[in-house]
């Protein structure tokens, strides 16, 4: 099969700056979306971080598979998903670091979710409230569950809707890039199908975009130039608000 991919962000309506990166790395099959954190700018620095450091880490394994990597396998996982949670973990790093050294960058982090595409399907990675949905036959389906407190509350009791639309801390995550020395990095595995569409976007389109309209977006527009299903998603969060940074990265395989 053949992958085609496209990605665009947009700064959205009420911000004045754009702090979220994306990366299309087709040489290495990863495609991913960061949405950074923090003041003065410092957001957009670590974002930048994870795309940069992701693509040294992935530069230099495919050109010598047997360097030495900062962190042990785990060895119940096969070689590629071990390779792309390293490189993460990183990054993470990286982020830490660079924020200890500068007290302006202190607090500085970033969400992370990627896709990295196998021989039999994809390994979607992610820390934060970044998302992956997959879109298959009309359905929309979503990849990763948001490492944010308003999910924890989810989790932990039932809430009503009014109560979740009323959350006061919608914009609070628990686990980002760049938080700690250390970081969790949750994956999953998703054998691929002809026609697949996998959409990963930062909260600035998931937030004020529900999942129908999503579903009805995708339903309208997956069959055809993914360039232009990409803006008008990126649109339908400005027409409602754009209360944040805007990212969509699409990926679909054809046969």
């Not at 932990?156 to 609070?172: A, G, S, Y």
């Amino acid at each position: 099969m053949r992958i085609e991919v496209a990605g665009e962000t947009n700064v959205g309506r009420k911000r004045n700056h754009n702090e979220d990166n994306f990366a299309l790395m087709p040489e290495f099959g990863l495609y991913l979306v960061a949405d950074g954190m923090g003041g003065h700018a410092s957001g957009e620095v670590a974002s930048k971080m994870a795309v940069d450091a992701l693509h040294d880490f992935l530069a230099e394994t495919a050109e010598d598979p047997d360097r030495t990597w900062p962190y042990k396998m785990d060895r119940s996982r096969g070689y590629e998903e071990n390779r792309l949670i390293t490189g993460i973990k990183l990054a993470n790093l990286r982020i830490y670091e660079a924020a200890q050294r500068d007290g302006a960058k202190r607090g500085m982090g970033t969400t992370f979710v990627g896709l990295f595409a196998a021989d039999d399907g994809v390994y979607v990675a992610h820390v934060g409230d970044s998302r992956c949905y997959r879109f298959r036959e009309g359905k929309l389906e979503p990849m990763t569950e948001d490492h944010s407190l308003l999910n924890d509350y989810i989790k932990m009791k039932r809430l009503t809707p009014e109560e979740i639309e009323n959350f006061p801390h919608k914009n609070v995550i628990v686990r980002a890039l760049g938080m700690k020395d250390t970081v969790k990095v949750d994956t999953h595995f998703d054998p691929h199908q002809a026609h697949d569409i996998f959409l990963l976007c930062s909260d600035g389109l998931s937030g004020p975009v529900n999942d129908a309209a999503i579903t009805a977006i995708m339903s309208e527009l997956g069959g055809g130039d993914l360039k232009a299903l990409g803006s008008r998603l990126i649109e339908k969060a400005n027409e409602n608000g754009g209360p944040d940074n805007i990212t969509a990265v699409l990926v679909r395989w054809t046969e």
